[in-house]
Structures are given as structure tokens and as C-alpha cells.
């Protein structure tokens, strides 16, 4: 498996502020991504973050609002730009990583953020 | 672009009982991951079980198994001898085995809500 740890776990912001999570894994690697999860929705991909390369956006999802650094291999950050209550929301950072003895490709997720804007 | 629908919205099972979760899926590709995922209310997404489509027999860990029938575009979950500790949202997702442009993130279906009675 993996060790993801995500800050903060949770915060509460002002509308029209900007929050940054921070995202650790305790080893390299390749691909990071980030999700959304909406009040009792499921999960939405926001963007697959790679080092070394600018980060892919899914539809719906902009660099403007979203912006994600990943300056090394096992560290990424995500920015929720210029808040609105509609962004409350979990947000939750996971990694892909070979499990089984090196056979298979599993992807983990990290505990989340809860986010709520005022 | 990829679709994975999960039709009950709740389920409820006796403590030591069997059930069964639905999920299909629509994809035009022939080379895929599914994965089920288990969330409880502290929201960490927790992986329950990964099928790839190439293999024909059916994934197992322990008490949970799948159905995967890949022509029918179905990916059922059983859980054995249902725990009180089973209790979670769960949620279905499909992976493309494609690299690249955007193919690396997971789609999720809307999820489960089990119930297990004592």
C-alpha cells in the first residue's frame, strides 16, 4: 500500500479567500492525482499531476482555479483559487503504485480535506 | 468517455448474511481495471478488491469476491458473512489500461450505502 498524508484535514474559509493542500507520500512516485468529492457525491477527478510537467485538467476543471504544483516525486499541492460556497467540498489527493510483488497497479487515496466556504 | 452506474442507491443486510452490489459500466475499450472501493464515515477510501479485464476468473480477498462479466459490462460485488465493521459507502470505479491523456484516473460510480443489521 501507500502512506498519504494530506493538510489540513479540514478548514473553514471565507468566500473569496484561497486554501492550499498539501499532499505527502512516503515514497516516489509517478502519478498524482486529485479529486473531488461533493456532499454525498462521489468522486470526481480534477487533474493528474506529474513531476517535471505541467499538470492535466480534466473538463470542467481550470489551471486558473485549480492550480497544482508537484515539485518532486513524493509532494504535490492543490489550490482552491477564489472560494465560493460551491466549492465546499472533500478534497483528496491519491497515487498510483505497483502492489502484488511488483504485478499489479493499484491506486490509493489519502484521508482528505474537508473543506467548507462561508 | 467512460460511464460506471451503480443502481442502488442503499442496501441493508443482516449481520453474518450475504449481498451482493451492483455495478455496470460503458466502455468501448477492451483493455481495463475496475476496482471497488470502500469508504467509511471516517471518508478514507479504502481499496476492497481490483479486477482486470484481460482475466477471465473472478477476483477474490477473503470475504469479498466479484462477478465480472465482461460482456454484459457488469462488475458485481458479494460480501460473505457481512460484518458490522462492513458498514460504508461503496464505491465502483473503472480505470482505462491506456496511458496518457487523461486515460490514468479512475471514474466512479455514485455509490452504495451498506447497511448491516446486528
Known amino acids: 500500500s501507500a502512506v498519504i498524508s494530506q493538510k489540513p484535514s479540514r478548514d473553514i474559509c471565507q468566500r473569496g479567500t484561497s486554501l492550499t493542500i498539501q499532499c505527502q507520500v512516503d515514497?516516489?512516485?509517478?502519478?498524482m492525482f486529485w479529486y473531488r468529492q461533493q456532499p454525498g457525491q462521489s468522486l470526481t477527478l480534477i487533474a493528474t499531476?506529474?513531476?517535471?510537467?505541467?499538470?492535466?485538467?480534466e473538463s470542467g476543471f481550470v489551471i486558473d482555479k485549480f492550480p497544482i504544483s508537484r515539485p518532486n516525486l513524493t509532494f504535490s499541492t492543490l489550490t482552491v483559487s477564489n472560494m465560493s460556497p460551491e466549492d465546499s467540498s472533500i478534497y483528496l489527493c491519491s497515487v498510483r503504485r505497483l502492489a502484488g510483488g511488483g504485478t499489479t497497479d493499484t491506486q490509493y487515496f489519502g484521508p482528505g480535506t474537508r473543506l467548507t466556504v462561508l | 468517455a467512460q460511464t460506471v452506474t451503480q443502481s442502488q442507491p442503499e442496501m441493508s443486510v443482516q449481520e453474518a448474511e450475504t449481498v451482493t452490489l451492483s455495478c455496470t459500466y460503458d466502455?468501448?475499450?477492451?483493455?481495463?481495471?475496475l476496482f471497488w472501493y470502500k469508504q467509511p464515515p471516517s471518508r478514507q477510501m479504502i481499496l476492497v478488491i481490483r479486477q482486470e479485464a484481460y482475466k477471465q476468473q473472478n477476483a477474490t480477498e477473503n470475504r469479498f469476491s466479484v462477478n465480472f462479466q465482461k460482456a454484459a459490462k457488469s462488475f458485481s460485488l458479494k460480501i460473505s458473512d457481512s460484518q458490522l465493521g462492513d458498514a460504508a459507502m461503496y464505491f465502483c470505479a473503472y480505470r482505462s489500461a491506456e496511458a496518457g491523456g487523461g486515460a490514468d484516473g479512475l471514474t466512479f460510480g455514485k455509490g452504495t450505502h451498506l447497511i448491516i443489521q446486528p
Open positions: 466502455t468501448s475499450e477492451s483493455d481495463y481495471y
Open positions: 515514497s516516489q512516485v509517478t502519478m
Open positions: 499531476a506529474n513531476q517535471g510537467s505541467e499538470a492535466t485538467y
